[in-house]
């Protein structure tokens, strides 16, 4: 856990993408200075500063807190960190780019479906299910791929459910090449862009009374942005993501159901007591707490059951 809100007040922009346009949350690329305040800053390595949405101010925190959640699972998820520019006044998350560049590049997922399919609407994104992505990964698997996808995927399919990621879009997901001696080689990306999640668009003051059957009742109707089948008209709910891919491919059930078992209730509750302690404008309050806690540990007991 980071000891203390980092203040990005004096970091350098990126001269090349000082600013990114993409998605509803402003963010902006900084580099950290030459001496780092922290030791698990890397020197020269660009980061995402992103807000919130100004609709849901303490949109921010879900990013850290996805990491967190991707930390005590070992999902690979980009570090995300809390931070503040002071003459702004304004705090948001501290995401370390997921790729160096130079080294690697990234690949969107949207690039390969278009590929696969020229008509995909990469605007609206309603054509983007799991039937369509595992041809794309099979394609890649002939390639060389790296790593097992379908594993990958499972364990994305159980880190979104469980932080109740709705925003897995097809161009928050790919690709990272390299090339070396042995040519090109390539691997699908950590899960980045987890802000749209953990009910952060809830306002504390109308989820205040909720008890367990509203929770569970709004959790029922969150879903993933991917669907299954490209037939489907809708996108699929979250936890039927998972039953699927362990029913579908049983060899999935011990290792995702491995991932989950990893998962502590009571660290997670002590790593978000941790994030109360951090002093900013748009603090991380007791209640907010008490609503994510609540929400996921719904969500883990539903996991628990469909890995049973």
Known sequence: MQPAVIDVTEWPEDPEHPHYPEGAREKSALFPPEVVPHEFLKPGRRYLFKLSDP????QFWAETIAYIVGCLIDVEVPPAYIAVHRDRNVCGALIEWFFVDGEQSFIAGGNRLQRLMPEYD?????QHSFQLVQRVCLRAARDGLEGDWLLYWGQAFLFDALIG????HQDNWGFLSSTGAG??????????????????????EHVGGWDDNK???????????????NDNKARSQHFEMVKYV?????????????????????????????????????????ARLSFTLRLVTLRYRRLCAILS
Request: some cysteine.
């Open 55 to 58: 609709r849901y101010p303490e």
């Open 215 to 229: 929770c569970t009742a709004y959790l029922n109707r969150g879903c993933h942005h991917m669907k299954l089948l």
């Open 246 to 286: 362990v029913e579908a491919h049983p060899a999935l059930k011990p290792p995702l159901a491995e991932t989950l078992s990893k998962f502590s209730l009571e660290e997670f509750e002590q790593r978000l007591a941790e994030l109360c302690k951090l002093d900013l404008p748009v603090r991380f309050r007791e």
């Open 165 to 168: 990621n709705t925003d897995r």
């Open 122 to 126: 990469r605007k609206k994104g309603t």
């Open 183 to 204: 040519g090109v080689r390539e691997r699908l990306s950590p899960l980045f862009d987890n802000g749209t999640s953990l009910g952060m668009e809830r306002h504390l």
